[in-house]
């Protein structure tokens, strides 16, 4: 940890809204909004398949619009864009509160969705990678702890306000505490941001000469179109999209996992603290291993964990399962979350990454929302989510393969 220290003293600032921005990023994520969706579907008289429809269909709509709005990290301030996205976010909670009928619920959720789980957390893991070159494995593993934190937090804070004052009051509560925390911590930990910006440019100049380091000007910083026709990235895609295309739909049909297995759902809920530590723990040391040996050559190994817990899920029934399934878990996604960001910065640069990331994570929200009504359409064909693990198990071991197939490629061809 000491590795970390000179880093926190020179970019705490930076570091923190990172921080901020993927904790912040949470009011959009399923685990949250899933928190409220029964109360709502009752009141709204909303069947399960009506609510996942609605859902489903922000959540592609979002991706879609992520294609043109992911790309103004790139074009506007980034004190600009994070008071726009915080207002969104804001209005996402009041229109949830007020919602009363399907139509404002859609826009609700669009709004939550986009600013939230899209637009947030991108920003947030953006800036950190394109104005901190020389620690991005660090700046990450710190960045994306703010997930982790919200995911430890959040649910009980939550429950609380739920179960106290129902599921409109709580999300009045949570726009007004957003938008009195967020645009004064955005003020403050951004006041210098001009003066990084324009360091940064001057770093992309053919004449600027850092000491010990190579020139950001002499790697290539690839467009959006450039990137999307280099064949390799295909081969590296089935690995960035496995943890939050498998994660997201066997957590959206938890309850049914749970009831498959004869597990409880409070031994289950409790066990998202144990996640919660291990994704943080592992975040830190995925963090170091990005510094001294970069985040494509890990990329082949980063999902193994993912696979082994998948295995884990479809082969066993007992309650050490569920606690073995939350540990990997926990390991894959601390890797997954540090090492994602850093891996496009690597192979495409920083001058674009804002439209380079947009359509990776537009691909990536796409999934969060396909993935859930996939899984749902194979349990009401009578497919076990057991059957299902093994299944996703079997594309994970397919899609380290071929990332390992592209990392030796690319050193082939030196891509």
Partial sequence: MKSFVPLVR???????FGFLMTFGSSYGQTFFIALFSGDIREELHLDHSEFGLLYSSATLTSAFLLLWTGSLIDRWDLRRVSYLIVLGLGAGCFLAGLAAGPMLLFFAFLLLRHAGQALMSMVGLTSIVRYIPDGRGKASAIATSGFAVAEALLPLLAVALLAAWGWRQSF???GIALLLVMPPLVWLLLRDHGHRHARYLDTLQPDYRPENQQNPATRRQWTRAEMLRDP?????????????????????HQVQLVDEKGWTLSFWAGLYVLYAVVSSAVKFAAGLMIDRFSAQPLLPFMILPLGASLLLLGLVNAAWAAVGFMLLIGVSTGLYTTMASPFYAERYGTLHLGAIKSVTTALMVCATAITPVVMG???DAGVT????????????????ALAGVGCRRD?????
């Fill in 377 to 379: 359409w194979g349990l």
């Fill in 385 to 400: 989510l057991s059957t299902m693990a093994l299944a996703a198990a079997a594309y994970v071991a397919l899609a380290s």
């Fill in 10 to 16: 020179r970019e705490w600032r930076l570091l923190l």
């Fill in 411 to 415: 050193t082939r061809i030196g891509a």
């Fill in 232 to 252: 390799l990235l295909y081969l590296f895609l089935p690995s960035l999209m496995a943890q939050p295309l498998l994660f997201t739909g066997f957590m959206f």
């Fill in 172 to 174: 009045f509560a949570w």
